[in-house]
């Protein structure tokens, strides 16, 4: 067990719907990453939030948001979904931005 | 960020040291070399990072060449739970985010 939780673990759904993935940092990190693995990729960034603020931005879709809330818990939400969607969605969490990230067990999302 | 150059792939027998290298010749001053493996689908497992010296933990050592252009990640006594894809990475350490690139798949056989 990392420390950091991700729910749910699998999750089926069609196309056109939405869908909210959670995730919950290790006790005491701040920021919070969120990752996107799709069959035979690499890892892609997706967002960042440091203490509730979004921090940086990489490669998502303006149909997918996120936030982080007070408690610093985080929630990706995924719209008007396509089959494209269909992949592995990991969170990590850090402190701050130094040093390495604990990555959770990731939600396997399948669009069909 | 600096790009990372890695084989594919590499066998290892299990129980030899499995040496995993990277490229790395565009490296800034302040950049850290990150080594992260992913078994099966799992989320990614931090390995190791280094600036310029070589560093040893409990898992692996990593070692930098001295003008920091090239580093290789040493698994000493390597397990068929070795079997990973294992990213090396360059970062700035107060850089927001890692880049991961395609990684090396390293096939420990018994």
């Known amino acids: 067990d990392s420390g950091v939780t991700q729910t749910p673990k699998h999750l089926i759904t069609a196309t056109g719907q939405r869908v909210t993935l959670r995730c919950s940092p290790r006790?005491?990190?701040?920021?919070v990453y969120w990752y996107q693995q799709s069959l035979d990729q690499g890892l892609q960034f997706l967002i960042q939030?440091?203490?509730?603020?979004?921090?940086a931005k990489g490669n998502i879709l303006e149909r997918f948001s996120a936030q982080q809330f007070p408690d610093l818990h985080s929630e990706l939400n995924l719209s008007s979904l396509e089959l494209g969607d269909s992949a592995l969605y990991f969170c990590?969490?850090?402190?701050?931005?130094?040093?390495?990230?604990?990555f959770g067990s990731g939600t396997r999302l399948t669009v069909v | 960020d600096a790009k990372t150059t890695q084989p594919p792939s590499m066998d290892c027998a299990e129980g030899r040291a499995a040496n995993l290298p990277c490229n790395h010749s565009?490296?800034?001053?302040?950049?850290?070399v990150y080594w992260y493996r992913q078994i099966h689908s799992q989320g990614p497992q931090y390995i190791i990072h280094?600036?310029?010296n070589n560093e040893t933990n409990e898992m692996a050592s990593l070692i930098i060449t001295e003008d920091r252009k090239s580093s290789t990640l040493i698994l000493p006594h390597a397990t068929l739970r070795d079997t990973a894809v294992y990213y090396c990475?360059?970062?700035?350490?107060?850089?927001?985010?890692?880049?991961f690139g395609s990684g090396t798949k390293l096939n420990v056989k018994p």
């Open positions: 990590a969490s850090s402190v701050g931005n130094s040093y390495g990230y604990t």
């Open positions: 939030y440091y203490n509730g603020e979004e921090r």
């Open positions: 280094g600036l310029k």
């Open positions: 565009t490296i800034s001053g302040n950049e850290y």
């Open positions: 006790s005491g990190d701040l920021s």
């Open positions: 990475i360059v970062r700035v350490n107060n850089f927001n985010k890692f880049y």
